[in-house]
């Protein structure tokens, strides 16, 4: 086993994490230097024992060095991405990949041309919460799912940094967004056929401080995609239906549960309850015996983790599981978003 070298260039918040955690040498990947153009960084990248390279040619020239981590803001991640494949280097690169399909294009390409692998980190397709509903929806224990709603929210705000800035690839689309669109069409095995949207400014920015968008799928699922950055309470993070139950997953801690129908329910004889000044029938919960209450569990996942299979791809050509055809997709459906919510009007989409 060959370990490849990795440098980190952009030593912020997520680059000093794949540097610290997710790069390792068990999955055959090591980390032996770090890049980052703020000399602040740079200094603690070298306290916390990291090598540190000057510029980023001298990352480029170093003949020792075979991938590099791109985890700098997203409107630089197309030209460092170019000149890493043109030195040979492969990439793993941060989502967003790019700021738009067209620049992905152009780097897709490069990197077929190359020979090198060029991975996009899309992490979350690894969560708990989301291996759960995708258990779910694959394996039909309430039945098949034909709405799925995905949704983060907090409360506050954008981040600070370069993520409020349209020219730095800022706002929640881009953000976020990525990663539970990423989610949801990793998971839904149909094509999108059209798709809704609606950008929130609540909080005055250039860029999106969230949004919502309606997804409707070929195979019948309806899916809505929200993410919020004012939600002082904040909607579970999964809540499904199947045609046999429902199930909601509140929070990455997976609180929640799955209701299950597992007997008939007399519409004929349902017994009202009092509901606000008046009766209902109809929103009366089921009878105990016509469903059944279950735990959420972790599912584990099917496949093997990010790195491992970054060696795998490099070394014994293996296939992706993050594919640049995937990575494309949900670029191409952010663009539809963007295009609905501004004409305020339903997209066709694949
Ligand atoms: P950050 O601002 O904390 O860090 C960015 C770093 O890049 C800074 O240290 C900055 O000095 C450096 N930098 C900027 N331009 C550079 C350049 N041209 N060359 C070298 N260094 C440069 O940002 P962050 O939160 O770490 O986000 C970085 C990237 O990681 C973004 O694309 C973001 O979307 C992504 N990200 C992914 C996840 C995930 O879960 N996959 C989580 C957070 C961030």
Same mark, same amino acid.
């Given at each position: 086993m060959k370990t490849i070298n990795f440098v980190v260039i952009g030593y912020g918040g997520m680059g000093s994490y794949h540097a610290k955690?997710?790069?390792?040498?068990?999955?055959?990947v090591k980390v032996v230097g770090v890049y980052d153009i703020d000399q602040k960084r740079l200094d603690l990248a070298e306290e916390e024992g990291f090598k540190v390279y000057a510029t980023l040619e001298d990352v480029l020239e170093d003949?020792?060095?075979?991938a590099v981590l791109i985890a700098t803001p997203n409107d630089s991640h197309k030209e460092l991405s170019i000149a890493a494949l043109k030195a040979g280097k492969h990439v793993v690169c941060e989502k =967003?990949?790019?700021?738009?399909t067209k620049e992905f294009e152009e780097v897709f390409a490069l990197a077929k041309l190359e020979g090198k692998v060029f991975m996009v980190h899309?992490? *979350? *397709? !690894?969560?708990n919460d989301f291996l759960i509903i995708r258990d779910l929806y694959k394996n039909?224990?309430?039945?098949?799912?034909?709405q799925i709603e995905s949704r983060v929210q907090g409360a506050?705000?954008? =981040?600070?940094? !370069? *993520?409020?800035l349209k020219q730095h690839g800022g706002g929640m689309l881009l953000d976020w967004g990525v990663h539970l669109l990423d989610q949801m069409l990793y998971m839904v095995d149909s094509p999108v056929k059209k798709v809704a949207a609606d950008l929130s400014f609540v909080l005055g920015?250039?860029?999106?401080?969230g949004f919502i968008s309606y997804l409707t799928f070929e195979n019948g699922v309806k899916a809505i995609i929200e993410v919020g950055t004012t939600n002082f309470i904040k909607l579970p993070r999964w809540y499904v239906r199947g045609f046999e139950g429902a199930a909601v997953i509140r929070d990455w801690d997976l609180s929640g549960e799955i209701v299950k129908q597992t007997g008939t329910i007399d519409h004929h004889n349902l017994v009202p309850i009092k509901a606000g000044a008046g009766l209902t029938k109809t929103m009366a919960p089921p009878s105990e015996e016509a469903t059944t209450t279950l735990r959420i569990k972790e599912v584990a996942a099917d496949v093997a983790p990010f790195y491992a299979n970054f060696y795998d791809v490099v070394r014994n050509n293996a296939e992706p599981i993050v594919k640049n055809e995937e990575v494309y997709r949900v670029l191409k459906l952010i663009e539809a978003i963007f295009e609905a919510a501004e004409k305020q009007q339903v997209i066709e989409f694949e």
């Amino acid at each position: 086993m060959k370990t490849i070298n990795f440098v980190v260039i952009g030593y912020g918040g997520m680059g000093s994490y794949h540097a610290k955690g997710l790069i390792q040498e068990k999955d055959g990947v090591k980390v032996v230097g770090v890049y980052d153009i703020d000399q602040k960084r740079l200094d603690l990248a070298e306290e916390e024992g990291f090598k540190v390279y000057a510029t980023l040619e001298d990352v480029l020239e170093d003949q020792s060095v075979e991938a590099v981590l791109i985890a700098t803001p997203n409107d630089s991640h197309k030209e460092l991405s170019i000149a890493a494949l043109k030195a040979g280097k492969h990439v793993v690169c941060e989502k =967003p990949v790019m700021m738009n399909t067209k620049e992905f294009e152009e780097v897709f390409a490069l990197a077929k041309l190359e020979g090198k692998v060029f991975m996009v980190h899309q992490n *979350r *397709r !690894w969560d708990n919460d989301f291996l759960i509903i995708r258990d779910l929806y694959k394996n039909k224990q309430i039945g098949e799912l034909f709405q799925i709603e995905s949704r983060v929210q907090g409360a506050n705000g954008i =981040p600070g940094d !370069w *993520r409020h800035l349209k020219q730095h690839g800022g706002g929640m689309l881009l953000d976020w967004g990525v990663h539970l669109l990423d989610q949801m069409l990793y998971m839904v095995d149909s094509p999108v056929k059209k798709v809704a949207a609606d950008l929130s400014f609540v909080l005055g920015d250039d860029v999106d401080d969230g949004f919502i968008s309606y997804l409707t799928f070929e195979n019948g699922v309806k899916a809505i995609i929200e993410v919020g950055t004012t939600n002082f309470i904040k909607l579970p993070r999964w809540y499904v239906r199947g045609f046999e139950g429902a199930a909601v997953i509140r929070d990455w801690d997976l609180s929640g549960e799955i209701v299950k129908q597992t007997g008939t329910i007399d519409h004929h004889n349902l017994v009202p309850i009092k509901a606000g000044a008046g009766l209902t029938k109809t929103m009366a919960p089921p009878s105990e015996e016509a469903t059944t209450t279950l735990r959420i569990k972790e599912v584990a996942a099917d496949v093997a983790p990010f790195y491992a299979n970054f060696y795998d791809v490099v070394r014994n050509n293996a296939e992706p599981i993050v594919k640049n055809e995937e990575v494309y997709r949900v670029l191409k459906l952010i663009e539809a978003i963007f295009e609905a919510a501004e004409k305020q009007q339903v997209i066709e989409f694949e």
